[in-house]
């Protein structure tokens, strides 16, 4: 890993390594919006579970034809 990367958590408990070049602000601990391999900002602990809880809804819904 480069002094550039962070290892994170994704919320289904998979690891991966992302780049922290478009957001160089993140400390150990943060919660993160990841998009195409990059952190774009960081968020409050109440912003990512919403968003999780969002995408568990999203996933509960019958696929559409």
Do not use: K, N
């Not at 919320?11 to 993140?26: K, L, Q």
């Not at 900002?41 to 819904?61: D, K």
Request: with cysteine.
């Amino acid at each position: 890993m480069h002094e550039s990367e962070a290892d994170i958590e994704l919320a289904d408990g998979r690891e991966t390594t992302v780049s922290c070049v478009v957001a160089a602000d993140v400390s150990v601990g943060a919660y993160v919006l990841v998009d195409r391999g990059f952190i774009i900002q960081t968020i409050s602990a109440e912003e990512a579970r919403t968003i999780v809880e969002m995408y568990a809804e999203l996933s509960a819904l019958p696929a559409q034809p």
